[in-house]
């Protein structure tokens, strides 16, 4: 590969190594064989274990906390409670909004939802801690409690005015078109589960904090607890080299480890604490429930004339979470009116949270599901009427796509699926007891971009170093950052070891919306692009070198050899070179921010989601795309949905390592049929509490409930996207399965549902 | 913390005895015991471990039918090639309850004495209203959530469902539970709740279950179960029916039929109503799904459970219809 020449296409040339390649993942190893440290598997002496306390009623006040009793308990080195906790300073958001001026308690006196923290203790074994936590006697004031969405007393809730998005006369519209529908549906609470729960160690040594703690941002996370301790940026170092999962969860720093490190300053030792699997489901939020009424008006060949959409998500008492409901309505077709609102409601639950795809997942449940339902009521194929509505440009930023694959998404699908061969009449295709349906649906997920740096070292032996403060929770940064820096640099991705999951590396935004890979490829590219000049120009420069007499413009390094274009000249490894000039390394660090950008500008974008570029900014629109064509088989007596058949065709532009991006597809797509057939957080009316907060009853899916899945790349290379070219991956698959799966039990069955999961006891 | 004394008893007779203390539980293959103590139901002062006694996992099967040790594994006995063909329910019960992990831990002893997944049951720190935990404490589940909950066999003072599969196809074949020297019927050894739900087993302080003997029948050889669940594995029925069949002669007419439910009762449930209204009728498919319906019999819905009233006889019926169509 020669210096300045890397290609942008969909790299098939440079093998598994090459950006583009189909390279294993790099930390898989580590993982099967167990040698990856996970964080709370630091062995640290003096090491205490802290035990939350939750409260069990939904709303009220804290009377009293007796902790005499566990006080007394054996091994036990501190109760903490809103009381003796030590105070903390209110942080700022993830948007970097100043935080009003007032003390932070982690620990609550006033309950807002069951399952809040309200005390916890410290002992010196797990098991003290347990126990000693159970003798902990915290009683309450009561007051009534708004359990949900559909509670009486939950009433319209806050307009959202940033969420209305509305052009031409849509009510009008609506009012005059021939053909008209209008659906409601609904999502229930929905958790991110992630296979390793929440917990943390964190250590004080002096002022400095250092957090092993999984994270899907840990510059974000260091600057929340150097702000809820008041210490320098720079004195917190968070320790994240592996993640079990964290699905949007593992973001930011939480109220369980502001109680954690509060004990290990109030104890001067060090202090864990990990999350029980209940407390998983309370600890923090998952997704939000919500409600979307959806009316499509259209002529007689299905042509929409107008949407009209009304969304609501749920949020807590004293926090605001917006899922963005209208994401998706506004985008996906091709509308002459449209209006779009959303209003949240305040109910007695943890704020909800980021879980895959928020926003754009519960929307493209609304729409995906109504133009199937437009579909039926003109009688086109519902293929068909989504090709008649494409949206050739972004209807509502008005801009062209970057690039959108959809109709060849839809095309490839179709043909692999068999769609050809589908028969419209619902209750129309059988085999012995199962009815069978097929069901179609689109989804789309936006391309968010922000800044990255990363620090690139060719080492004396050859080898390249890549260090950088992002991380892999099972995506496969490693991997695509040695792929990248491989390629870049000229040697073999063996040659190539990626540092990452440590604040003190060079520094990085949020792993979440689907962007830290367009982010960190640039980076990298950058990085190992400056370090190769740098080694070249050694080369051509450097008398000791013996390529200086060649007075060669440029050298090729590949395969981990320098040599020059021609050939005429000697023929060296790297590591030759080095010792020939007398250097024991080259060392670039390389960014994407603008080249003006202030000290202040680059702690704001890596600690901070403020600096996200908009995915309208500028001509273009840029998303990624895709089609799902989903087979289920509905007993007809039973009522159970299991799916039978997946082919999806997906758009995420260039593809960086293929193998591991339809691993993540197909992980999105498992679990959008656990969200479709599955999940639900199942609340007690009277208490306001989940009662299937664990594994056993929160179902998910097994390997039983999963056919195979055949995902199609469609996608080709958009640099209005990302510096190499690939769009988002991580969330886009989960988008537009549960209205596939829907779509699919309409046409199986005649019934459509509207409320996920499709259980049982909807189809009987 | 809490400290509990543990035994490892060296006999049978050891184990009885040192088991007739209050506070102590028996510890075989843990997948109930340890998953009851972490959620703070299960609470033992002493454990005595039994895993260790010699001959208590052998699985005979003759003539007269299978004895089969208390220490069997659940995984060895579904896998077991003569019970697979004496017994096909009761293999196809195991292979359908929990995980292959679980499997290959939990005895078959103490899978009669698995305890059920009432979640008001398993949260006492959230829920101290509970009559099986605390008697005359209440019951938290009546008015709660309700969707896993029992129809069958339910009192004011508890709704809890009975979860497991192996005993559903246990009592449909008769099957006895060896205690040492005292014999009881399946269907005597699991106990209504009534007003005493805390009370779930027959089976006295100092005695252990030492094994299960299921008598050799047609019905038996001729066997299977069905399983629905909202999850394809690793999940608890929402209706489940074991179902045997013996055919006269003709291949037609229904000598011996044997019918029971799992999923939707307080205890494996024995459907009598529906195999005394076939015995001696033709299996015709109208006949079954009309005699499936006496199943739930006297079943009481709370609510979001209601589903398991009509699915239930479905169940029963399209089992054996299976069975039929295998004439």
Same mark, same amino acid.
């Given at each position: 590969m020669?210096v300045h020449?890397?290609?942008?296409?969909d790299?098939?040339?440079?093998?598994?190594?090459?950006?583009?390649g189909r390279?294993?993942?790099v930390?898989?190893?580590?993982k099967?064989?167990?040698?990856a440290?996970?964080?709370?598997?630091?062995q640290?002496?003096?090491l205490?274990?802290?035990v939350?306390v939750e409260?069990?009623?939904?709303?009220?006040k804290?009377?009293?906390?007796?902790?005499?009793?566990?006080?007394?308990?054996?091994?036990?080195l501190?109760?903490?409670t809103p009381d003796?906790?030590?105070?903390?300073?209110?942080?700022?958001?993830?948007?970097?909004?100043?935080p009003?001026?007032?003390?932070y308690c982690p620990?609550a006196?006033?309950?807002t939802?069951s399952?809040?923290h309200?005390a916890?203790v410290?002992a010196?074994?797990?098991?003290?801690?347990v126990?000693?936590a159970?003798?902990?006697?915290?009683s309450?004031d009561e007051?009534?409690?708004?359990v949900d969405l559909?509670?009486?007393?939950?009433g319209?809730g806050?307009p959202?005015d940033a969420m209305?998005k509305?052009?031409?006369?849509?009510?009008?519209?609506?009012?005059?078109?021939?053909?008209r529908i209008c659906?409601?549906y609904?999502?229930?609470?929905e958790?991110q589960?992630?296979?390793?729960?929440?917990?943390?160690?964190a250590h004080?040594?002096?002022?400095?904090?250092t957090v092993w703690?999984p994270?899907q941002?840990?510059?974000?996370?260091a600057?929340t607890?150097?702000?809820?301790?008041?210490?320098?940026?720079?004195?917190?170092?968070?320790?994240?080299?592996?993640i079990g999962?964290?699905?949007?969860s593992k973001?930011?720093a939480?109220?369980?480890?502001a109680?954690?490190a509060?004990a290990a300053r109030?104890?001067?030792r060090?202090v864990r604490?990990?999350?029980?699997?209940p407390?998983t489901?309370?600890?923090?939020?998952g997704?939000?429930?919500t409600?979307?009424?959806?009316t499509i008006g259209?002529?007689?060949e299905g042509i929409?004339q107008s949407?009209v959409h009304r969304g609501?998500?749920e949020?807590?008492?004293?926090g605001?979470?917006?899922?963005?409901?209208?994401?998706?309505t506004s985008?996906m077709?091709?509308t002459?009116?449209f209006?779009?609102k959303?209003?949240?409601?305040r109910?007695?639950?943890?704020?909800p949270?980021?879980?895959?795809?928020?926003?754009e997942?519960?929307?493209?449940?609304?729409?995906?599901s109504?133009i199937?339902?437009l579909?039926y009521?003109?009688?086109?194929?519902?293929?068909?009427?989504?090709?008649?509505?494409?949206a050739?440009?972004?209807?509502?930023?008005?801009k062209?796509?970057?690039?959108?694959?959809l109709r060849?998404a839809?095309?490839v699908?179709?043909e692999?699926?068999?769609?050809a061969?589908?028969?419209p009449?619902?209750?129309s295709?059988?085999?012995?007891?199962?009815?069978i349906?097929?069901g179609?649906a689109?989804?789309t997920?936006?391309?968010r971009?922000?800044?990255?740096?990363a620090i690139?070292?060719?080492?004396?032996?050859g080898s390249?170093?890549?260090?950088?403060?992002?991380?892999?929770?099972?995506?496969g940064?490693?991997t695509i950052?040695?792929q990248?820096?491989a390629?870049?640099?000229?040697?073999?991705a063996?040659?190539?070891v990626?540092?990452?999951?440590?604040?003190?590396?060079?520094?990085?935004?949020?792993a979440?919306?689907?962007? !830290?890979a367009g982010?960190m490829?640039?980076?990298?590219?950058k990085a190992?692009t400056s370090?190769?000049?740098?080694?070249?120009?050694l080369a051509?420069?450097?008398p000791?070198s013996?390529?200086h007499?060649?007075?060669a413009?440029?050298?090729?390094?590949a395969?981990?050899?320098?040599?020059?274009?021609r050939?005429?000249g000697?023929? !060296?490894?790297?590591a030759?070179?080095?010792t020939?000039?007398g250097?024991?390394?080259?060392?670039?660090?390389g960014?994407t921010?603008?080249?003006?950008?202030?000290?202040?500008?680059?702690?704001?974008?890596?600690?901070?989601?403020?600096?996200?570029?908009?995915?309208?900014?500028?001509?273009?629109?840029?998303h990624?795309w895709c089609a799902?064509?989903i087979?289920?088989?509905?007993?007809?007596?039973?009522?159970t949905?299991?799916?039978?058949?997946?082919?999806s065709?997906?758009?995420s532009?260039?593809?960086?390592n293929?193998k591991?991006?339809?691993?993540?597809?197909?992980?999105g797509?498992?679990m959008?049929i656990?969200?479709?057939?599955?999940?639900?957080?199942i609340?007690?009316?009277r208490?306001?509490?989940?009662?299937?907060?664990?594994?056993a009853?929160y179902?998910?899916?097994?390997?039983?409930?999963?056919?195979d899945?055949?995902?199609?790349?469609?996608?080709?290379?958009?640099?209005h996207?990302?510096?190499l070219?690939?769009?988002g991956?991580?969330?886009?698959?989960?988008?537009?399965?549960?209205?596939?799966?829907?779509?699919?039990v309409?046409?199986?069955?005649?019934?459509?549902?509207?409320d996920?999961?499709?259980?049982l006891?909807?189809?009987i | 913390?809490?400290d509990?004394?543990y035994l490892?008893a060296g006999?049978v007779?050891?184990?009885?005895?040192?088991?007739?203390l209050?506070?102590?539980?028996i510890?075989?293959?843990?997948t109930t015991?340890?998953?009851?103590?972490?959620?703070?139901?299960?609470?033992?002062?002493?454990l005595?471990?039994?895993t260790?006694?010699?001959g208590?996992d052998k699985?005979?099967?003759?003539?007269?039918g299978?004895?089969?040790g208390?220490?069997?594994k659940?995984g060895h006995?579904a896998?077991?090639?003569?019970?697979?063909?004496h017994?096909p329910?009761?293999?196809?019960?195991?292979?359908?309850?929990a995980?292959a992990q679980?499997?290959?831990?939990?005895?078959?002893?103490g899978?009669l004495?698995q305890?059920t997944r009432?979640p008001?049951?398993?949260?006492?720190?959230?829920?101290?209203?509970?009559n099986?935990r605390?008697p005359?404490?209440?019951?938290?589940?009546?008015g709660?959530?309700?969707?896993?909950?029992?129809?069958l066999?339910?009192?004011?003072a508890?709704?809890?469902m009975y979860?497991g599969?192996?005993?559903?196809?246990l009592?449909?074949?008769?099957a006895?539970?060896h205690l040492?020297e005292?014999?009881?019927?399946?269907?005597?050894f699991?106990?209504?709740?009534?007003a005493?739900?805390?009370?779930e087993?027959?089976?006295?302080?100092?005695?252990?279950i030492t094994a299960?003997e299921?008598?050799?029948?047609?019905?038996?050889?001729r066997s299977?179960?069905l399983k629905?669940?909202?999850?394809q594995?690793?999940e608890f029925?929402?209706?489940s029916?074991?179902?045997?069949i013996?055919f006269?002669?003709d291949?037609r007419?229904i000598?011996?039929?044997?019918?029971?439910?799992?999923g939707?009762?307080t205890?494996?449930?024995?459907?009598r109503?529906?195999?005394e209204?076939l015995?001696g009728?033709?299996?015709?498919?109208?006949?079954?799904?009309?005699?499936s319906?006496?199943?739930?019999e006297g079943a009481?819905?709370?609510?979001?459970?209601?589903?398991?009233?009509?699915?239930?006889?479905?169940?029963v019926?399209?089992?054996i219809?299976?069975?039929g169509?295998?004439?």
């Open positions: 020669t020449n890397m290609r942008h296409g790299a098939s040339d440079g093998g598994a190594d090459a950006i583009g390279l294993s993942r930390d898989g190893p580590a099967i064989t167990g040698s440290k996970y964080a709370v598997e630091q640290l002496e003096g205490a274990y802290a939350l409260s069990t009623v939904a709303s009220g804290v009377r009293r906390i007796d902790t005499a009793e566990a006080e007394a308990a054996p091994g036990v501190k109760v903490l003796t906790i030590i105070s903390l300073r209110t942080a700022s958001d993830w948007f970097g909004t100043p009003p001026d007032k003390p620990l006196r006033d309950i939802f399952g809040q309200v916890a410290v010196e074994t797990f098991e003290q801690a126990a000693a159970a003798l902990v006697k915290v309450y007051t009534p409690s708004i559909s509670d009486s007393k939950a319209d806050i959202i209305t509305e052009w031409g006369d849509a009510q009008a519209a609506f009012a005059s078109a021939p053909v659906a409601a609904n999502t229930p609470r958790y589960a992630p296979m390793e729960p929440h917990g943390l160690i004080w040594e002096g002022d400095k904090l703690e994270s941002w840990l510059d974000g996370m600057r607890y150097a702000e809820w301790f008041d210490v320098p940026f720079e004195n917190v170092r968070l320790v994240s080299p592996y999962g964290g699905f949007g973001a930011l939480l109220s369980h480890g109680v954690a509060s109030m104890l001067g060090p604490l990990v999350m029980t699997r407390q489901f309370t600890g923090y939020g997704r939000a429930a409600r979307q009424t959806v259209a002529d007689g929409i949407i609501i998500n949020t807590s008492m004293d605001m979470w917006v899922e963005p409901l209208g994401s998706v985008i077709y091709a002459p009116n209006s779009s959303q209003n949240v409601v109910v007695n639950s943890v704020v949270g980021a879980m895959r795809a928020p926003g997942n519960p929307s493209a449940f609304g729409i995906e109504t199937d339902e579909a009521e003109v009688g086109i194929d519902p293929l068909e009427i989504r090709l008649r509505n494409y050739e440009q972004d209807p509502h930023a008005k062209a796509w970057s690039t959108r694959q060849e839809f095309a699908g179709a692999r699926f068999g769609w061969r589908r028969t009449e619902p209750r295709m059988r085999d012995g007891n199962q009815l349906g097929w179609v689109a989804g997920y936006p391309v971009r922000a800044y990255g740096e690139v070292r060719i080492l004396a032996d390249v170093e890549v260090e950088s403060s992002s991380i892999d929770m099972g995506q940064t490693y950052l040695a990248t820096a390629e870049t640099v000229g040697v073999p063996d040659n190539v990626v540092k990452l999951g440590d604040s003190r590396f060079p520094r990085a935004g949020v979440g919306g689907s962007r !830290l982010v490829t640039g980076a990298v590219y190992a370090a190769l000049d740098q080694l070249v120009g051509i420069s450097d000791r013996p390529f007499a060649l007075q413009n440029t050298l090729v390094v395969n981990g050899r320098i040599s020059s274009p050939g005429d000697p023929d !060296l490894s790297i030759k070179l080095l020939s000039v250097r024991d390394h080259i060392e670039a660090t960014d921010m603008p080249a003006n950008s202030t000290a202040q500008d680059r702690y704001k974008n890596y600690t901070t989601i403020a600096m996200a570029l908009p995915h309208t900014e500028g001509d273009y629109s840029r990624s799902h064509f087979e289920v088989r509905v007993d007809e007596d039973f009522g949905v299991r799916v039978s058949r997946v082919v065709a997906l758009d532009g260039r593809l960086y293929p591991l991006a339809e691993s993540q597809w197909k992980g797509i498992i959008g656990g969200q479709a057939l599955l999940e639900e957080g609340v007690d009316r208490h306001g509490r989940i009662v299937n907060n664990n594994l009853d179902l998910v899916p097994t390997n039983a409930d999963i056919p899945i055949e995902v199609i790349s469609v996608g080709i290379p958009d640099l996207s990302s510096v070219g690939g769009k991956v991580g969330e886009l698959a989960i988008v537009g399965v549960a209205p596939a799966i829907a779509n699919a309409f046409h199986a069955t005649g019934k459509r549902v509207r996920l999961p499709i259980t006891e909807k189809l | 913390m809490r509990f004394s490892r006999s007779e050891a184990a009885r005895q040192a088991a007739a209050p506070g102590t539980m510890l075989a293959g843990g015991l340890i998953d009851l103590a972490k959620c703070g139901v299960a609470e033992p002062d002493s005595v471990d039994i260790h006694l010699k208590l699985i005979e099967v003759s003539a007269r299978a004895t089969i208390a220490l069997a659940m006995v896998d077991h090639a003569d019970i697979k063909r017994f329910a009761v293999s196809e019960a195991l292979w359908q309850a995980s679980i499997r290959n831990m939990a005895t078959i002893g899978n004495m305890r009432c008001y049951f398993r949260d006492p720190a959230n829920f101290p209203a509970c099986k605390e005359g404490s209440g019951c938290s589940a009546i709660g959530v309700t969707r896993g909950h029992a129809v066999g339910t009192s004011d508890c709704i809890a979860p599969d192996l005993a559903t196809a009592i449909a074949f008769d006895i539970v040492g005292r014999q009881v019927s399946v269907d005597d699991f106990l209504l709740p009534g005493t739900p805390d009370k087993h027959a089976i006295e302080p100092g005695e252990m299960i299921i008598p050799d029948s047609a019905a038996a050889r299977t179960y629905i669940r909202d999850r594995s690793y029925a929402a209706a029916a074991a179902v045997g013996e006269e002669a291949g007419t000598r011996d039929l044997r019918v029971a439910l799992g939707v009762a205890k494996p449930w024995r459907a109503a529906v195999e209204a015995k009728k033709v299996l015709e498919p109208d006949a079954v799904r009309a005699a319906l006496l199943a739930v009481v819905d709370n609510g979001a459970n209601h589903y398991k009233i009509e699915l239930a006889p479905r169940v019926a399209r089992a219809l299976k069975m169509e295998t004439a």
